[in-house]
């Protein structure tokens, strides 16, 4: 994750606002293996704050929470990326370094594994070539805010584009965008799934999700 230092008590206060680099692990194995396995990230460079420790699972599944609280205005665009690759780090670093709120974060979760062991029709979601999802998340306060911390990360969204594996990670949409990115999701898969929704939910009843529409009678 690259944002400004948010004023945890756990950094210094010098840091606070300053442009960071954080870093979440999870080790779910043994103690014994993820201690070596942290021991190279903990060893690099000066870290200005370290937090990493033993914690329950309930823990770490709201460990983020503190930082998205409800009420807060949220604008996020995402893509599935192949790989990392110089060019498209050097450009995440440029748009991190245009952030607006402080409070806003381009956020880099890896997904390979058992997501690149199956075949592409295994199931609706695609992009099984892809090893990450890149999060440009805009989070801020006020409403009059609303268009320079949207268009910063439309603009982010723009740029980094063309470094998607071609698919499109939806977890926001503005009512103009919805069914465009919808049909990027699902792809060749999306005309099946209109057909299943067609049969089984003619009417549109459970539609308060990504929606794919029924065809229409």
Same mark, same amino acid.
């Given at each position: ?7 945890? *008590? ?8 300053? *442009? ?18 942290? =021991? ?10 370290? #937090? ?5 699972? #309930? ?64 199931? *609706? #979601? ?58 990027? #999701? ?26 794919? =529409?029924?065809?229409?009678?």
């Amino acid at each position: 994750m690259l944002r400004r230092a948010p004023p945890a *008590p756990w950094l210094p206060r010098d840091i606070h606002g300053q *442009p960071i680099v954080a870093l979440f692990i999870c080790h779910s194995g043994s103690i014994e293996e993820g201690e070596k396995l942290v =021991a190279p990230i903990k060893s690099f460079g000066t870290p200005v704050g370290d #937090v990493i420790q033993r914690r329950p699972y #309930v823990s770490q599944q709201g460990i983020l929470d503190a930082a998205q609280p409800k009420g807060r205005r949220y604008y996020w665009k995402s893509e599935y990326l192949p790989k990392l690759e110089p060019d498209l780090l050097a450009q995440v670093i440029e748009h991190a370094g245009r952030i607006v709120s402080p409070h806003s974060a381009i956020i880099l979760f890896p997904l390979d594994g058992a997501l690149n062991r199956l075949p592409e029709d295994h199931s *609706p #979601v695609g992009n099984r070539d892809a090893t990450l999802v890149i999060n440009i998340a805009a989070s801020w306060e006020q409403a009059q805010d609303d268009a320079a911390n949207i268009e910063w990360a439309r603009a982010a969204w723009r740029d980094l584009r063309r470094f998607s594996a071609g698919g499109t990670y939806v977890n926001f949409l503005t009512e103009e965008e919805g069914d465009e990115r919808i049909h990027a #999701v699902y792809g060749k898969h999306y005309d099946r799934l209109v057909e299943i929704r067609t049969r089984w939910d003619p009417g549109n009843l459970f539609r308060t999700n990504k929606n794919i =529409a029924p065809r229409a009678a």
